[in-house]
Nanobody, 126 residues
Framework: QVQVVESGGGLVQPGGSLRLSCTISGLTSSHYGISWFRQAPGKEREGISCISSSDSRTWLGNSVKGRFIVFRDNVKNTVYLEMNSLPREDTGMYYC???????????????????WGKGTQGTVSS
């Protein structure tokens, strides 16, 4: 059974930083895609970053490009999302999800993912 567990959320002031972690277990393949999604209050869930488990391919959404970095530690089976220069608009629940479809130019699509974590809340407020 696949388990996806997010951590690292919290309260941060505008302009601050957070580092989210996504630890994955139970996958039977070493080739899969991992993405981070954000759901702001009253809004739909949106894809913000994707990374391949087996090569250097990544993707960042326009709203976070230049401020967020996504990277992984395969030894720890963990993907990280480093979030910098956070404005209030980045407040939301952050979800990590995995797919055995791998990585592609659809990786920001919610319905492409089979397994999801429960999310971690990130709040940007003074």
């Amino acid at each position: 059974q696949v388990q996806v567990v997010e951590s690292g959320g919290g309260l941060v002031q505008p302009g601050g930083s957070l580092r989210l972690s996504c630890t994955i277990s139970g996958l039977t393949s070493s080739h899969y895609g991992i993405s981070w999604f954000r759901q702001a209050p009253g809004k739909e869930r949106e894809g913000i970053s994707c990374i391949s488990s087996s090569d250097s391919r990544t993707w960042l959404g326009n709203s976070v490009k230049g401020r967020f970095i996504v990277f992984r530690d395969n030894v720890k089976n963990t993907v990280y999302l480093e979030m910098n220069s956070l404005p209030r608009e980045d407040t939301g629940m952050y979800y990590c999800a995995t797919t055995l479809r791998g990585w592609g130019h659809w990786c920001w699509t919610v319905r492409a993912y089979e397994d999801w974590g429960k999310g971690t809340q990130g709040t940007v407020s003074s």
